[in-house]
């Protein structure tokens, strides 16, 4: 096993390219694989083409491989030829509207690509930490059956037990995921079975709305940085029932590489964790479109559209304790100011 030699995939997407920076600057090779199916599911907007050409002028030990990870062989022929001492898997196809209409993509890519890596690293690298980025919507819309208050500008748990939010508890039957949920569920229970089966350092982080200046917005995925564009480019931004009170909580991408890097130093066999940015970096979409109006000086214009998005959730908010508990070293870094900030001055080229 290389122990600098890292797998990263979807390394042109938010989670991946920040992964690539990340492990690059601490003296990492990174093998990064993407082949821009972002484009492919949500258009022009996703092109993650100048998050590649930007990986590749900031990096030192970067390789890209143009490939697809629904390639079992190809994927198998990485993990024995580079032997990585750690594996960061992001790829995925992110959108539950693209899944409804493209079933098969969708769960080739979140669930059945996800295998092929799994066996990569148990053929080839069984001591290396797996790290796999899941998703709340494992959930489904579970959480939308507790009960709410309604405020000014947001949805909040009526109950105050729930103030830190949504812990590993929350049941993942009997609840409706969307197709794309389903999918990553059954990666999810996947990567979970091969740290309890094959005992491999395997870890599910169950993520909020990741985000960051990298992310290739777009109204199917990437909530703040396409509410950022908008704004920026004087488009009209729609927003999808529950009045535009539903809350998000969001964490930077920078925050997710140090929670990778928490687990990779000190792993575990099949670890579950919900990963966001809690209740301090939690927002609604009223509220994050005032923020951003603020800062960018413009207002946005907004389209209201009766219709909620099926299965979305109505009030999320992670309950970091778990993995506070197990890495009480690792801290949320960026706020949601900063996050704001930072989305409000993107370059044109995003
Ligand atoms: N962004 C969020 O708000 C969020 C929230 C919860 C969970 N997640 C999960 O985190 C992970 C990373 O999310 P992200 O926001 O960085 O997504 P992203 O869409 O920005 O990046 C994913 C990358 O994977 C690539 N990709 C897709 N299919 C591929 C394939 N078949 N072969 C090779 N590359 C492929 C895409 O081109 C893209 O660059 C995903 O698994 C996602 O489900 C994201």
């Not at 939308?144 to 009526?158: K, M």
């Not at 709305?209 to 992310?215: A, V």
């Not at 703040?224 to 704004?231: D, E, G, K, P, V």
Request: charge should be negative.
């Amino acid at each position: 096993m290389a122990a600098k030699t890292a797998i990263v995939t979807g390394s042109s997407g938010l989670i991946g390219s920040e992964m690539v920076t990340f492990l690059d600057e601490r003296g990492w090779s990174v093998h990064g694989i993407d082949n821009n199916m972002r484009r492919n599911f949500v258009g022009e907007h996703g092109d993650t083409t100048w998050n590649l050409v930007r990986l590749r002028g900031e990096t030192t030990r970067f390789e890209h491989h143009d490939l697809d990870i629904r390639d079992r062989d190809e994927m198998l022929r990485l993990f024995r030829e580079h032997r990585p001492g750690l594996v960061v898997h992001c790829a995925a196809q992110p959108s539950h509207d693209i899944a409804a209409s493209r079933p098969f993509d969708d769960f080739e890519i979140n669930a059945l690509a996800t295998l092929n890596l799994l066996e990569g690293a148990r053929q080839w690298t069984p001591d290396s930490p797996f790290i796999f980025l899941s998703t709340n919507k494992v959930y489904g819309d579970a959480p939308n059956e507790l009960e709410l208050v309604e405020l000014e500008t947001r949805w909040d748990y009526a109950d105050p037990a729930m103030w830190e939010g949504i812990d590993e508890s929350m049941r993942i039957d009997a609840t409706m995921h969307s197709v794309f949920g389903a999918s990553k569920v059954a990666a999810d229970v996947m990567v979970q079975e091969y740290g309890r089966y094959f005992e491999l350092p395997t870890v599910c982080f169950r993520g909020g709305c990741l985000t960051g200046p990298h992310h290739s917005g777009a109204e199917l995925h990437g909530f703040l940085a396409y509410l950022a564009r908008a704004i920026r480019d004087e488009s009209t931004y729609r927003v999808f029932g529950y009045k535009g009170k539903q809350v998000r909580d969001n964490i930077h991408s920078f925050d997710v590489c140090t929670a990778v890097m928490a687990f990779a130093e000190r792993p575990r066999l099949a670890a579950v964790y919900n990963l966001g940015g809690g209740r301090v970096n939690s927002c609604s979409v009223l509220e994050a479109i005032s923020a951003l109006e603020e800062l960018s000086g413009r207002r946005l214009d907004t389209q209201y559209v009766d219709q909620a998005r099926r299965g979305d959730h109505i009030c999320y908010i992670t309950d970091l304790r778990r993995f506070r508990a197990d890495y009480p070293e690792w801290e949320l870094s960026i706020s949601l100011a900063e996050i704001y900030e930072q989305l409000a001055h993107l370059p044109e080229t995003v």
